[in-house]
């Protein structure tokens, strides 16, 4: 699986970003999908993930209440929505693709495919 992310950009305090990762190959609907992030020279860290068929997803305390990961299997594509976005949302954003669930996706190590990141800034 190849996975491409986009949907970076500038935004202001308080703004909305939708990132998008599409993937190509077909077995695209059978992982589970997430979103990272990660600063220069730190740990890249967990933000969202959703199972394969999209009934069960996973945040990060915080971007709850901000932040929708969905996925659309017919497109190949999954989606972060944030909103309320915060000067701390700056990062640079990857997209992961794995065959395990969600909770291994976003706390062990080993995921199968990595995007290349797309970069958020928010400017206060």
């Known amino acids: 699986v190849q996975l491409q992310a986009s949907g970076g950009g500038l935004v202001q305090t308080g703004g909305s970003l939708r990132l998008s990762c599409a993937a190509s190959g077909r077995t695209f609907s059978r992982y589970a999908m997430g979103w990272f992030r990660q600063s220069p020279g730190k740990e890249r860290k967990f933000v969202a993930a959703i199972t394969w068929n999209g009934d069960s997803t996973l945040y990060t305390d915080s971007v709850k209440g901000r932040a929708t990961i969905s996925r659309d299997n017919a497109k190949n594509t999954v989606y972060l929505q944030m909103n309320s976005l915060k000067p701390e949302d700056t990062d640079v954003y990857y997209c992961?693709?794995?065959?395990?669930?969600?909770?291994?996706?976003?706390?062990?190590?080993?995921?199968?495919?990595w995007g290349q990141g797309t970069l958020v800034t928010v400017s206060s």
């Open positions: 992961a693709a794995d065959d395990r669930g969600i909770w291994e996706l976003a706390h062990s190590p080993g995921v199968d495919y």
